[in-house]
């Protein structure tokens, strides 16, 4: 029970720190030396060398976010801004807002696409975005720029767009469900995150490696987990 709170109290703590800044979590490369890892690995560096826009997917919870900010931390984009955005927490006049600004009486609130100028924004949940949010996005990529939501400049498209989801966009597109322009676009570098289950014999190195992350941020001491309790979390799907 101590070490669930210990856990969550780090959780919250780092998610408020998160908010503050205005920023990403840290960003780390994924952990493991399975070969599934070590492939992902290599695969992030050579498409992290180009500019060219990334589909990453994966079940939840196999590190595709952790995935697409190593990306953006191995990029020539690396010194700009990291921007997420959450699709499914968007829709409709909102989502125009969020992704592409508003100017409204004489005020200019940017949007995600805008303060991303320069650097990569990671798309979450990209086949939750709703259709005249897919329409507006495909419009913007075909033109190269786009213009605030009450606007009149055009504003130019200079993003590393790194799509994050548990679909197939294609078959989605396929049956009428997410736009198909707008799923080519997306998916010019397709990349793949297995699920733990498939490289298992990384969970005695990724225990070892949060157990560290918490000792270094909280001041803990240092808690060993046996080969026991190791291997029945290896044998757990």
């Not at 807002?97 to 798309?123: D, K, Y």
């Not at 507006?136 to 590393?160: E, M």
């Not at 198909?180 to 014999?201: C, F, G, T």
Request: charged share 25%.
């Amino acid at each position: 029970g101590k070490l669930i709170a210990t856990v969550g109290q780090a959780l919250q703590q780092q998610m408020a720190a998160t908010a503050e800044a205005g920023g990403s979590s840290t960003i780390i490369e994924p952990v493991g030396r399975s070969a599934a890892m070590r492939n992902l690995r290599e695969q992030a560096e050579r498409v992290a060398a180009s500019d060219s826009w990334v589909l990453i997917t994966g079940e939840p919870g196999s590190g595709r976010k952790c995935l697409a900010r190593h990306i953006h931390q191995l990029s020539p984009r690396c010194s700009g801004p990291l921007v997420e955005v959450a699709a499914g927490t968007i829709a409709g006049q909102s989502a125009a807002e969020e992704l592409f600004g508003q100017e409204e009486g004489g005020r200019v609130t940017p949007g995600r696409l805008e303060s991303a100028a320069g650097g990569t924004l990671i798309l979450d949940g990209a086949m939750d975005l709703d259709g005249e949010a897919q329409t507006r996005l495909a419009s913007a990529i075909d033109a190269g720029g786009f213009q605030r939501v009450g606007g009149a400049q055009r504003i130019p498209l200079d993003v590393r767009m790194i799509a994050v989801t548990r679909h197939d966009l294609a078959a989605e597109a396929v049956t009428g469900r997410f736009r198909q322009d707008l799923a080519y676009a997306l998916s010019v570098i397709p990349m793949s995150v297995p699920p733990l289950r498939e490289h298992a014999e990384d969970i005695p190195e990724l225990v070892a490696f949060y157990v560290d992350r918490l000792v270094d941020a909280e001041q803990l001491d240092y808690r060993r987990f046996t080969v026991a309790a190791q291997n029945r979390l290896r044998n757990h799907d």
